[in-house]
């Protein structure tokens, strides 16, 4: 018998793994950055482009082979949302810890 997850399973996985990994990691940027001397706005930027990167994979799973990508689109609309989310609140946190 075949049992897969629920596509609100694999969504909310994938966005609470790129949650985490972007979280703690723009948190730790700012903190490399105030100690090297970078301007906050470069580490932004590469911490966009680093979620753009994490999230190439899946973009192009699901548009290069639309018909049969509805997996790949599941996972890129996780690992999206939880991107947008990271990099929306991290600098939130990093402010409130004088990294910024």
Known sequence: MYYAFPDEYVRAQMAVGALVLFGVMRVIGAALGVQHGWRIS??????????????????????????????AFVELQGKAAGCAVALFCAPIVSHRLGYE
């Open 42 to 71: 470069t580490v932004t930027h590469c911490f966009t482009g680093a979620a753009v990167v994490f999230c190439l994979p899946q973009f192009v799973d699901a548009f290069a082979f639309a018909p049969e990508s509805h997996w």
